[in-house]
Structure formats: structure tokens, C-alpha cells
């Protein structure tokens, strides 16, 4: 089954947000669809592959997040059906707290970062549980509950390839690289303990490609799934050396953002590829989620 990967060009900047297109008898599958802000990219990377937007027979979210999920409402509006998380449904029907949430972090930036989030129609949205099965014109997936950057995230299990949104972590494909994964440890629901059982959990479902939101697809699964797990490792090692000093927010942010910068000259990250990895998690929302962490679960 040819899975094409469609870069959103969020912000301008390669890399940074994927949709991933599955093409089927009566038209296509999405598993995310990006923020509203760059539907314009994603209708004319439609194009390309002979598809409109109502095509687009389903949508599968991996959470609710604006950077995933951002504009699943305007999909609805085309007809296509929306499958997320039981938890975050609620959320895609009224949008209002989730947005009310976003403005307090972003201000003014968000119409210009994240465009329209419309609200989904009840009755096209299908609350996906733990091991649920979803089949659409002769494909089939598996929805995994997996915790750990949020409460309602779900991964895609769908032949050798599992879609992990932001629980598989924050990889730019690199030239040469290392394996570089960075932990997308965003507030409110950053849970430690629950991320790494969620990747024990991945590490004995049967796949050889996984596809994060962040960027593209990769054969090395289980070298990927271990990076993971070493990140959130040096990740709580960070976080044991500076907060038990209870850092300001400020504080947090300036000593994590010197940590990154030590992390990527090991990567030999270049300013390009920084930028990409900045744009799919921004370094002071990971500070803030893992201070808050701290704060909740550690002090």
C-alpha cells in the first residue's frame, strides 16, 4: 500500500508538520490534517495526487492538538469523517475551552500560527477506544490509547507502519544524521512514567516503519522506539539536576534552551534543521510542560 507523506510547509519551513495520505477505492485517507492555517498547502498537495478535498473520505487524528488536529472541522464540513480520541471528541465538538486554552499561549500569533479550528458535527466524529478496529473501503487500522504528551492520544497501527503523532517523538529527516529524537514534553498533560510505558507498549506491536507527525516515515522502528525512550531518560536527567532549585519559568526556559543547543551541535544539526525542530515543538513549551511536570508529580 503506497502511504504518501504530504509536508504542510508550516510557518514556511520544511519538515516541520506532516499529513500522511492512503489512497483507497473510492477516494483517500488522512491520518492527521495540520492546523487550519495551512490548508491552502494540503489541498494543493491533493492536487498533485488527482484528489479534491472531498475525497477525503476520513480523517485520523492522533490527538487534538492544533498542530494536528487544527483543522479537522473544515474537514468534516467536506464530508469526511472524523476519528479521535473519546477524551478529546468533546473538544472537536465545542472547540471553545481548547481555544480559550490556546489564546492564553499564543496571544495575538493565533490566527497567523494555526488559522480556523471549526467545530466537528457529533454526528460525523467516531470516539475511538483503546484496540478499536477501523476499517474504510478494505483498509484497516488499529487504534492504540497511548498516553504520555497528552491523555486522549491515540497511535495508528495499519499494516507494517505505526502513526504515532507526538508520542513517537520529534525526528527531522537529517542527511547523515544520528538518530535524533527530541520528547515534544508540552504542558498540560506531559506524564512521564505514562510515556515510557506507552513505548514499551509500541515495542511489542508487530511494525517496521514508524510515521511521526513530525517528520516522515522510517524503517528503522525499533532503533527509532529506543531513541525515544533514551530521550525521555536525559530528559528526566535534565530535569533532576535543575528543578529541585525550583527555576522561574524564565529560568526553566533559558537553562533548558542551553541544554537543546548542547544537543543539537552533538546531532551537527545545521540552523536549518534546528528550525525545524523548533517549529514542530517550540523549546519554551517544553520547558513549561516538564517544569510543570515537576511541579505536579516531583516536588
Not at 465538538?93 to 499561549?105: G, V
Not at 494555526?114 to 454526528?123: D, K, R, S, T
Request: aromatic share 8%; hydrophobic share 40%.
Amino acid at each position: 500500500m503506497t502511504i504518501h507523506t504530504l509536508d504542510l510547509q508550516f510557518q514556511n519551513i520544511p519538515n516541520a508538520i506532516a499529513a500522511y495520505l492512503i489512497p483507497h477505492r473510492r477516494g483517500a485517507v488522512l491520518i492527521e490534517c495540520g492546523p487550519g492555517s495551512t490548508l491552502p498547502v494540503l489541498q494543493d498537495a491533493l492536487a498533485e495526487h488527482g484528489l479534491t478535498p472531498s475525497d477525503i473520505t476520513d480523517v485520523l487524528v492522533t490527538h487534538i492538538h492544533l498542530d494536528h488536529a487544527g483543522s479537522a472541522g473544515w474537514w468534516a464540513m467536506q464530508g469526511a469523517r472524523i476519528h479521535v480520541h473519546h477524551f478529546g471528541a468533546t473538544h472537536m465538538i465545542d472547540p471553545s475551552r481548547l481555544l480559550k486554552s490556546a489564546t492564553r499561549i499564543y496571544g495575538d500569533q493565533m490566527d497567523a500560527l494555526w488559522g480556523e479550528y471549526l467545530p466537528v458535527p457529533e454526528a460525523q466524529i467516531h470516539k475511538l477506544h483503546d484496540n478499536d478496529e477501523i476499517k474504510i473501503e478494505g483498509l484497516t487500522f488499529h487504534a492504540l490509547d497511548i498516553p504520555g504528551h497528552a491523555r486522549h492520544h491515540i497511535v495508528y497501527h495499519f499494516e507494517d507502519i505505526c502513526f504515532t503523532g507526538d508520542v513517537g517523538g520529534i525526528r527531522v529527516p537529517v542527511p547523515g544524521e544520528h538518530l535524533h529524537v527530541r520528547i515534544p514534553a508540552v504542558p498540560p498533560e506531559f506524564h512521564l512514567e505514562s510515556w515510557r510505558e506507552s513505548m514499551q507498549r509500541l515495542n511489542q506491536v508487530d511494525f517496521q516503519r514508524i510515521a511521526p507527525t513530525h517528520f516522515g516515515i522510517y524503517d528503522d522502528a525499533k532503533e527509532h522506539i529506543a531513541a525515544v525512550m533514551r530521550g525521555l531518560d536525559d530528559l528526566e536527567a535534565w530535569m533532576e539536576e535543575v528543578f529541585p532549585a525550583d527555576p522561574s519559568p524564565e529560568e526553566a526556559r533559558a537553562k533548558f534552551q542551553d541544554w537543546l543547543e548542547v544537543q543539537s551541535q552533538k546531532a551537527g544539526l545545521s540552523d536549518k534543521y534546528v528550525a525545524a525542530y523548533e517549529a514542530a515543538i517550540p523549546t519554551s513549551m517544553t520547558a513549561d510542560g516538564v517544569r510543570r511536570y515537576w511541579r505536579k508529580f516531583r516536588s
